[in-house]
């Protein structure tokens, strides 16, 4: 069964497009609302995330499940200021979701990681489901689990590190890393977080789960701001394998990256700043 009557709304994002009094912030957070259900995907970073879905009227006490694309206090941080007005909540997240996350740059630490601790979010409503494989969440709604990473061009940020058991900051292979599919009368709608696993090894993985149905639109972050030049090209030359009708980029997808890939795609790309409304009947 798909889902009908799709609405994408994005709540947090690092730009706004309108309407007046709308923040933005370096995060990501998009409502979605179906015609049997509300659901939060990402809660950005905490600056604009209750302040913008009463703008763009999305009722955050009527969401019915909340998805963490992955451990990063942007894609997070709002949690704990959305649990007040959901109550207590089913909250989807990988389960190497927590532990201490870092940006290591020229000798420079940055805690990145979730910044609760989750016995305080459960005390505040939040009911942790945890995931590592392909999971069906609701009828025409998934997550993907784990990402392989399978082609030889997506490398892992080298400047992300994370905290083992024995307190060393090694690359953090960003195994949480997860993307929200929704299946509609169009077509599969990738959600994304940072797409820290990859673009094309996401879309790849989502092929091969769901092999009878084509990937309609992708919105969110694709992490390509930090690629290389070789990888960008090795990534526009995959993307033409998918016959995607709406690439919507974000966040850390960077203005740069986003101008080039409206040179490649055209009509087809767009930007997914705050404000930002897609529906699919």
Known sequence: MRQENIDLTVLCENS??????????HGWAVGVKTS????????????????????LEFDLSKVDAIVLSHGHYDH???????????????????????????HRYKGTVRDIGICDQQSSLEAKGANFIFNTSFTKIADGMYLSGTIPRINSFEKSDPRLVRETTD?????????????LIIDSEQGLILLLGCAHAGLINILHHVQKQLPDRPIHTIIGGTHLDFASDEQFSATIDSLHEFDIQCLAASHCTGLERGADLAKVFGSTFRFAPVGTKIHFP
């Open 36 to 55: 049997n259900m509300h659901l939060l995907f990402d809660t950005g970073q905490g600056l604009g995330i209750i302040g913008n879905s009463k703008i």
């Open 167 to 179: 307190k060393d900051l090694l690359v953090d292979p960003l195994s949480d890393d997860q993307t």
């Open 76 to 102: 997070c941080s709002g949690l704990p200021l959305v649990l007040p007005l959901t109550g207590e909540i089913d909250v989807y997240i990988h389960e190497q979701g927590f532990g201490r996350r870092c």
């Open 16 to 25: 706004v497009a309108g309407p007046f009094g709308l923040i933005g912030e």
